[in-house]
């Protein structure tokens, strides 16, 4: 059973689209991060979440972490080629200590 | 700074056959962990190391030993390798604090034909 649960699994879509991935669980976390993961190469961290509600803003990249702490959801306006990549969701449980659940994926593709 | 450097990058065993893959991080951090990645999919944790001397397991530690001797090593050791071990393996690590970043390596490409 996977903790967290990322949908949907593959996106392809045309430049200039809106889109929205989401991470769900059933469990409630501490933190909530999001990493973008390119071919060969490991995760780079894009933002950390913390408290319940909690907006985030990286330029096209607008992050969500669910009142309640249990979900998060990632909204890219206007992609372009360059957001295209495999993303991933990872929370700390509460009470979990430091050890990082990282979710299923979402591979995203934008096509001119 | 080299950051969290992974060797070999590339491996291919036998069934069977054992290996170490090696990791190493020169930012002093007190955590070290270890993941899989198959193909399109998210990272599953392997073990996990909270400082020299200490280390816990994770999601999938089964056929997988580690230890943690100095704070800046953390190898991974594959006893019997088998195909279902096939898979992309990263090494990461963070400071000390439930909100800090994973800082990865580039990864272990291994197959076990």
């Known amino acids: 059973t996977q903790l967290l649960e990322q949908s949907p699994q593959f996106l392809s879509i045309q430049e200039g689209e809106n889109l929205t991935v989401y991470c769900n669980s059933s469990?409630?976390?501490?933190?909530l991060q999001w990493y973008r993961q390119e071919p060969g190469e490991g995760p780079v961290l894009l933002v950390t979440?913390?408290?319940?509600?909690e907006v985030k803003k990286l330029k096209r990249l607008t992050f969500q972490f669910g009142d309640a702490r249990k979900d998060s959801s990632l909204h890219i306006t206007a992609a372009q080629p360059g957001d295209t990549g495999l993303y991933l969701c990872a929370g700390r449980v509460t009470g979990g200590g430091n050890k990082l659940t990282f979710g299923t994926g979402t591979q995203l593709k934008v096509e001119l | 700074n080299a950051g969290v450097t992974q060797t070999p990058k590339f491996r291919i065993l036998k069934i069977g056959q054992s290996m170490t893959l090696q990791c190493t991080q020169d930012m002093n951090h007190n955590y070290m962990y270890w993941y899989r990645q198959d193909p399109g999919m998210g990272l599953k944790l392997i073990y996990y190391s909270v400082g020299a001397g200490i280390t816990d397991k994770g999601e999938v530690p089964n056929g997988y030993n580690v230890s943690r001797s100095t704070t800046e090593d953390f190898p991974l050791r594959l006893e019997l390798a088998a195909p279902s071990q096939t898979s992309v393996y990263f090494c990461?690590?963070?400071?000390?604090?439930?909100?800090?970043?994973?800082?990865f390596g580039s990864g272990t490409q291994l197959s076990v034909l």
């Open positions: 990461a690590s963070s400071y000390w604090g439930v909100n800090e970043k994973l800082f």
């Open positions: 979440v913390v408290t319940g509600g």
């Open positions: 469990s409630v976390f501490s933190s």
